[in-house]
């Protein structure tokens, strides 16, 4: 176990008896982690940071949940996609409600308004096609694509963050990214989804 490890089983041991200011060690090291994954996910910077933080907090009233055996960032990370995914699935609620009371709204600003080219119009216009081609990959496409080339998360953490095998990241990388590859060679073309 290297010393990050040791000091981080030590802290997390401290956050269990109550201790908040053990609890900010583990928030500093994570936070940007935390809000990059977040925004990846939902696509907007508040929506990124808001959920950041509230999982910060579930994980502190909920820590002594946590087995002290396992690795914290995979468990953190749960409870940050379980966030996020609720928070797209509510926004998904709003927004097609919304669709019906105005009756008339196209399914393809629906699509698109996840990655909105605002959140990125500070970047070039290749990033932008990127990121908005990363916002139409599914769910479990999408966090691969986060974890392996935003977070630069290796295929072994990848595979402890998403509790899965790496023979399941490799599969799901591959198709990913070739999913992605299509979404851009048809914008390349001039062509929408």
């Not at 949940?65 to 995914?85: A, D, H, K, S, V």
């Not at 198709?175 to 073309?189: H, N, T």
């Amino acid at each position: 176990m290297s010393n990050s490890c040791e000091e981080e089983v030590i802290t997390i041991g401290h956050c269990r008896g109550g201790s908040k200011e053990a609890f900010e060690v583990i928030v500093r090291r994570y936070m940007k982690d935390a809000y990059f994954i977040a925004l990846g996910l939902v696509g907007n910077r508040e929506d990124a940071l808001d959920l950041s933080q509230e999982a910060f907090a579930r994980a502190y009233y909920h820590i002594k949940r946590f087995n002290q055996t396992r690795e914290f960032f995979p468990w953190f990370y749960q409870i940050l996609r379980n966030l996020c995914i609720n928070h797209l699935r509510k926004r998904k609620r709003e927004r097609n409600h919304r669709v019906k009371e105005l009756g008339r709204q196209s399914s393809t600003t629906c699509a698109g308004d996840w990655f909105a080219p605002e959140l990125v119009a500070e970047r070039n216009e290749m990033k932008e096609k990127v990121w908005t081609a990363v916002g139409r990959l599914d769910d479990k496409h999408r966090e691969v694509i986060i974890l392996r080339h935003f977070q630069n998360l290796s295929y072994e953490q990848i595979a402890r963050t998403l509790y899965c095998n790496k023979g399941t990241v490799t599969s799901r990388l591959y198709y990913a990214r070739r999913k992605l590859k299509e979404i851009l060679d048809r914008e390349k073309g001039g062509q929408q989804e």
